[in-house]
């Protein structure tokens, strides 16, 4: 019996079946997490999605930022991005329940010692306080705001986290920590455009993970979107996922039993 987590996926079917057979996957036994964006940019976001949700009580994601923009989409609160690869997800038959399914999935999956989030979090807040906050966001999803929520969703302000932040902008400045977060500044607001490699930062860029007195820093994190990290932190109780299948590099599962990690490589599809 075993956990693996998997990194963005993206719409990557193949190399998801070949990486799950490199693993010797046991749906019968083993458990799978996913770090979020599921979906989007790859050809086969409609067979990911329908994958992980048959796996049933054998897995646990987390929602990206990919994730929430199909959600938005399907909520008619965005028109979608011409590069989006979502039209199979929209046109299913079984679209209703697999969206359904998706908006229930959680911003924070915590378990066997680990955090597993998207992107990552926010210097001031410990464990108990995102876990708050992620659940104070689910509950916006999953009720009858849901539609004003999206319609709010997309932006990069504010971009630091104040406990006096309230409605959308304080939904916005959570989704954002949770889904978007790569480079910080060393008081730890957002910067949100780059989406480099750390040495490549200007501006006295950090990573979120190496902002000073970090409150989250004793917490094991697993997480996913940051694929130019190449799944190198080089920070205690950290761990980049998103390898960049996507982009043609690797597809990475970790297993939380000993930390071993598994990769398969990826190509791009020829044009």
């Known amino acids: 019996m075993s956990t693996y987590v ?20 046991n749906p019968q036994h083993d458990t799978l997490w996913f770090t979020g964006d599921i979906v989007n940019r790859g050809q086969k976001s409609l067979e990911c999605l329908r994958f992980v949700k048959n796996l049933g009580n054998r897995h646990h994601i987390v929602l990206g930022n990919h994730d929430l923009h199909l959600l938005a989409v399907a909520h008619n609160a965005h028109k979608g991005w011409r590069e989006d690869t979502l039209d199979d997800i929209l046109g299913a038959s079984d679209k209703h329940d697999l969206l359904d399914w998706l908006i229930h999935q959680p911003l924070l999956h915590h378990d066997l010692d680990y955090t597993m989030v998207h992107a990552g979090l926010a210097a001031p807040w410990d464990l108990a306080k995102a876990k708050m906050l992620a659940h104070e966001v689910e509950t916006i999803l999953q009720s009858d705001k849901a539609y004003d929520f999206f319609k709010h969703m997309y932006g990069n302000h504010p971009n630091a986290w104040s406990d006096d932040l309230e409605g959308f902008d304080r939904w916005r400045c ?30 006295k860029l950090i990573p979120w993970f190496k902002v000073p007195d970090r409150q989250n820093a004793d917490v094991k994190i697993l997480f996913g979107h940051w694929a130019a990290l190449g799944g190198v932190t080089n920070t205690p109780n950290t761990y980049a996922l998103d390898t960049g299948c996507i982009w043609g590099y690797a ?17 791009l599809p020829s044009v």
Not at 178 to 198: H, M, V, W
Not at 256 to 262: M, S, V
């Open 174 to 203: 959570i989704t954002n920590y949770f889904t978007r977060a790569r480079f910080c500044y060393p008081d730890g607001s957002l910067e949100l455009e780059n989406k480099g490699q750390i040495d490549s930062a200007k501006d």
């Open 6 to 25: 998997i990194g963005d996926l993206q719409g990557c079917f193949e190399p998801l079946e070949r990486l799950l057979e490199h693993i010797s996957f």
């Open 251 to 267: 597809l990475t599962a970790m297993r939380l039993e000993d930390g071993a990690r598994f990769f398969v490589s990826c190509q």
